[in-house]
């Protein structure tokens, strides 16, 4: 099992440039996150999706979008990206309600808005 | 709504020597706690969980963690550092929002074991 995969593993964009993240679970898993890791301020989510068909805002959602495209696939868009989107993305899933139950994570892709 | 706290970003221990990383928390409710660990350029690893029960959690690479709910805490700890323990480790707080389940992060403790 591949467990929680993650494309691309590096980005440079230019501000106002668009690009999607994607992430892929192969544990079947019910619940999938996407969350911003930067210095000094541990793991802040952006979105979430429960189940299949959902989508929630997390704790800092603005300037991305999100897409669950099947139980497996999760999808990260930035619009057009900013400096302050200057981050390293992490993609996680887990079995989902009726837990509470760890988080697998991605390797994470570095994004740099020049 | 759930928080964990991790008072120290860094911590120094000489190898072979007892570790120990910090965390409290502020919960309503009863509380389910997690550590992870991140190595340079990889993503979080899950170590261990406190659910309920003894208050004394095992979990994996010989780390453990010691529940304590007067003093609202849940520090991880290991009997003798290893050089390889050298990594970011993270607290976590689990949080239910309309039946949703998520985990709310602390800010790190960047680990150093010194040979």
């Known amino acids: 099992n591949a467990g929680v995969t993650q494309t691309p593993k590096f980005q440079v964009l230019k501000t106002g440039q668009s690009m999607t993240l994607q992430c892929a679970q192969d544990?079947?898993?019910?619940?999938m996150y996407w969350y911003r890791q930067d210095p000094g301020m541990g793991l802040r989510l952006i979105y979430y999706?429960?189940?299949?068909?959902?989508?929630d805002k997390g704790e800092v959602p603005n300037g991305y979008n999100v897409s669950r495209l099947n139980k497996r696939e999760f999808s990260l868009r930035l619009e057009s990206a900013a400096p302050s989107q200057t981050s390293v993305y992490f993609c996680?899933?887990?079995?989902?309600?009726?837990?509470?139950?760890?988080?697998?994570f991605g390797p994470g892709t570095r994004l740099t808005v020049l | 709504a759930q928080s964990v706290a991790q008072p120290e970003d860094q911590v120094n221990v000489a190898e072979g020597n007892p570790l120990t990383v910090k965390c409290t928390y502020s919960?309503?409710?009863?509380?389910?706690l997690f550590w992870y660990v991140q190595y340079p350029n990889r993503g979080l690893q899950f170590l261990l969980k406190?659910?309920?029960?003894?208050?004394l959690v095992k979990g994996s690479y010989g780390f453990e963690a010691e529940f304590n709910k007067s003093q609202t805490s849940f520090h991880l700890k290991k009997p003798s550092a290893l050089v390889s323990d050298s990594a970011l480790y993270f607290c976590?707080?689990?949080?239910?929002?309309?039946?949703?389940?998520?985990?709310?992060f602390g800010t790190g403790t960047r680990l150093t074991i010194i040979p």
């Open positions: 976590a707080v689990r949080d239910v929002i309309f039946g949703n389940e998520k985990l709310t």
């Open positions: 544990m079947n898993h019910n619940s």
């Open positions: 996680a899933s887990s079995e989902g309600a009726g837990g509470p139950y760890e988080q697998f």
């Open positions: 919960v309503s409710g009863n509380p389910y």
């Open positions: 406190y659910i309920t029960g003894d208050n």
């Open positions: 999706s429960a189940s299949e068909g959902t989508t």
